[in-house]
């Protein structure tokens, strides 16, 4: 870390100091290209708190009834994976199965995988079974990272046929230079129109994935980005 920098940023006024700390913490992860960019966004902001309105849903949102549905849907799969408590954060590297099992037995209620690769879970058998998922006893959340609608739907589909699996996870936060290369991560949320068209694709393999579980299996699959 640049000891210099942490210095201005003790020594900035808050506005510039919040810029500081942003690029810091993305340039800690090796991301000098996504700290850029965040640094730019930061400064680009208005000096002061932030307000309500900046949390504000614009008109594309969902509303009315629409949102009730939305909202219905999402509390009856909470309650369906039997409202849990204590969730533990994906982490790459150490999100595997026998560390899950391990958070499990220390008191978590649902655990994460680390992130996925789309591709590699719908080409690549023997990526699959380094990630093995079927004997996880679940709840289980299934973090995917990719940029093509098709492997995202892929693999979201033949996860979510899993009875382990309560859900699967898109990720749009990842900052790192492999995830700025590949469009993925925090860099897919820069491309609206193909962001969209994940979803939505993924949101129809779920859908499709869940109808093959067993009649017995009451737990449902929710698709939702993080």
Known sequence: MDV?????????????????????????????????????????????PRQPTDYMPDERCLSGEALEAHVAEARAWFKSIGAPRLWVAPLVGYS??????????????????????????????????????????GPLIVQLGGSRAAQLAGAAEMLAALPSVAGVELNLGCP?????????????????DNLREC???????????????PPADATACLLYTS
Do not use: K
Request: net charge negative.
């Open 176 to 192: 790192q230079r492999c995830a700025r290369q590949a469009g993925f991560g925090a860099f897919l949320a820069e491309d609206v």
């Open 96 to 137: 595997d199965a026998s560390f899950r099992q391990l958070a499990r037995e220390c008191g978590a209620n649902i655990a994460h995988t680390q992130m996925l690769d789309s591709g590699g879970w719908v080409c690549s058998p023997s990526y699959r079974a380094l990630h093995d998922l079927e004997s996880d006893e």
């Open 199 to 213: 979803v939505h694709a993924m949101r129809r393999a779920v859908d499709a994935g869940s109808a093959r579980r």
């Open 4 to 48: 210099d920098a942490c210095e201005r940023a003790r020594e900035a006024p808050p506005a510039e100091a919040e810029t500081l700390a942003w690029t810091l913490d993305m340039a800690d992860f090796g991301c000098e290209a996504a700290a850029d960019d965040a640094g730019a966004r930061a400064a680009a902001r208005p000096a002061g």
